[in-house]
């Protein structure tokens, strides 16, 4: 069968199956390319499912791109508290602000890719879906659905020019923005990681892996391990029961929020000495490595550096990263 024929094929699948989010219409681009913008750069290491109520919330206080290019960055971090990635909530005012500086939206993608936070994935995504534009929108699960459709069993690693060709051949020329979300819903209701639903898929008669035993075991990759680092927090409570936060520097890991202090390398030499192990540990797991941060107390009336003394009932009124409040969580069940 012809690709255009199998992008056919997709498109009458989605238009009857195709899931219905805030983001999204059917039949086209969609009219507000800011709609898109808010929902890709939401959606970059998120799930739909999570991304869904942030959205609803952020839309609702930022209605369009002069409201968030206007808005103070605190206010923007707050209404991302718990999305996690934080940097992309920053890259999204900057870019807010430079289109709003340009006085339109970049509609190619030299351009586009010029925004803050934009790589390659999300600059097809949004001009596909913002102005119908036939780019190959390949990410994880479009890699996952090409690898089978044409059995392609060497590393990821080493063949994704070799996916981004057949991802671009595929793409709809006719309707390009909706062929973008249709593949995305293949990937996520039919062609999932574990357990594909071959037999409710469009493409089955088509594809190379429907019924193998290997299936599930593609797109095959290189064994890479996370590598581990260890760090420690410091829980510093002063006598009226308010513990010592702080703010981050505005960039590197989880900037701009506010955080007990805490290293990713070792101990803190200022608390190191004074503080109290309480054997407690939380791991978290981030893009690059995996942190194993050992909580410590410490009783004190002051701290060093900027920060602020806070009750914990007040906590949620500082933007905290979801790594501070695993270690919260951790440390208020155990006390
Ligand atoms: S037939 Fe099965 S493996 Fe092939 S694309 Fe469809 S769901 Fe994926």
């Given at each position: 069968?012809?690709?255009?024929?199998?992008?056919?094929?997709?498109?009458?699948?989605?238009?009857?199956?195709?899931?219905?989010?805030?983001?999204?219409?059917?039949?086209?681009?969609h009219?507000n390319?800011?709609?898109v913008?808010?929902?890709?750069?939401?959606?970059?290491?998120?799930?739909?499912?999570?991304v869904?109520p942030?959205?609803?919330?952020?839309?609702?206080?930022f209605?369009t791109?002069?409201?968030?290019?206007q808005?103070?960055?605190?206010?923007?971090?707050?209404y991302?508290q718990?999305?996690?990635?934080?940097?992309?909530?920053?890259?999204?005012k900057?870019t807010?602000?430079?289109i709003?500086?340009?006085?339109d939206?970049?509609?190619?993608?030299?351009e586009?890719?010029?925004?803050?936070?934009?790589?390659?994935?999300?600059?097809?995504?949004?001009?596909?879906?913002?102005f119908n534009?036939p780019?190959?929108?390949?990410?994880?699960?479009?890699?996952r659905?090409?690898?089978?459709m044409?059995?392609l069993?060497?590393?990821?690693e080493?063949?994704?020019?070799?996916?981004?060709?057949?991802?671009?051949?595929?793409?709809?020329?006719?309707?390009p923005?909706?062929?973008?979300?249709?593949?995305?819903d293949?990937?996520?209701?039919?062609?999932?990681?574990k357990?594909?639903h071959?037999?409710?898929?469009?493409?089955q008669?088509?594809c190379?892996?429907?019924?193998?035993?290997?299936?599930?075991?593609i797109?095959?990759?290189?064994?890479?391990?996370?590598?581990?680092r260890?760090?420690?927090v410091?829980?510093?409570?002063?006598?009226?029961?308010k513990?010592?936060?702080?703010?981050r520097?505005?960039?590197?890991?989880?900037?701009?929020?506010?955080?007990f202090?805490?290293c990713?390398?070792?101990?803190?030499?200022?608390?190191?000495?004074?503080?109290?192990?309480?054997?407690?540990?939380?791991?978290?797991?981030?893009?690059?490595?995996k942190?194993?941060?050992?909580?410590?107390?410490?009783e004190?009336?002051?701290s060093?550096?900027?920060?602020?003394?806070?009750?914990?009932s007040a906590?949620?009124?500082?933007?905290?990263?979801?790594?501070?409040?695993?270690v919260?969580?951790?440390?208020?069940?155990?006390?």
């Amino acid at each position: 069968m012809k690709e255009q024929n199998l992008s056919q094929a997709l498109l009458d699948w989605y238009y009857k199956n195709g899931r219905d989010l805030p983001w999204r219409v059917k039949g086209g681009a969609h009219e507000n390319p800011y709609v898109v913008l808010v929902s890709e750069f939401m959606l970059q290491q998120t799930t739909v499912k999570t991304v869904i109520p942030y959205f609803t919330k952020f839309m609702a206080r930022f209605p369009t791109i002069f409201d968030l290019a206007q808005a103070d960055l605190e206010e923007v971090y707050h209404y991302w508290q718990g999305l996690g990635y934080y940097s992309r909530a920053r890259s999204l005012k900057q870019t807010a602000e430079m289109i709003v500086a340009r006085g339109d939206f970049p509609q190619t993608e030299a351009e586009v890719l010029k925004l803050k936070g934009v790589g390659e994935y999300t600059a097809a995504s949004f001009l596909a879906l913002a102005f119908n534009q036939p780019l190959a929108v390949v990410d994880g699960n479009v890699m996952r659905i090409i690898c089978r459709m044409y059995h392609l069993t060497q590393p990821l690693e080493d063949i994704k020019q070799d996916i981004k060709a057949k991802a671009l051949k595929l793409t709809s020329v006719q309707n390009p923005a909706d062929y973008a979300s249709a593949i995305m819903d293949l990937g996520a209701m039919i062609c999932t990681p574990k357990n594909p639903h071959c037999h409710d898929c469009p493409w089955q008669k088509y594809c190379a892996s429907a019924g193998k035993s290997d299936v599930e075991h593609i797109p095959y990759r290189k064994k890479n391990e996370k590598p581990v680092r260890y760090g420690a927090v410091y829980l510093i409570k002063n006598s009226e029961g308010k513990y010592f936060i702080q703010k981050r520097m505005e960039k590197g890991l989880l900037s701009g929020l506010y955080a007990f202090p805490w290293c990713d390398n070792g101990t803190l030499q200022i608390y190191a000495k004074a503080a109290e192990d309480t054997g407690l540990e939380v791991v978290h797991v981030f893009t690059h490595f995996k942190l194993v941060l050992r909580l410590f107390v410490l009783e004190a009336e002051s701290s060093v550096g900027n920060g602020l003394f806070v009750f914990p009932s007040a906590f949620e009124n500082y933007p905290f990263s979801t790594l501070m409040k695993k270690v919260w969580k951790k440390f208020s069940l155990a006390e």
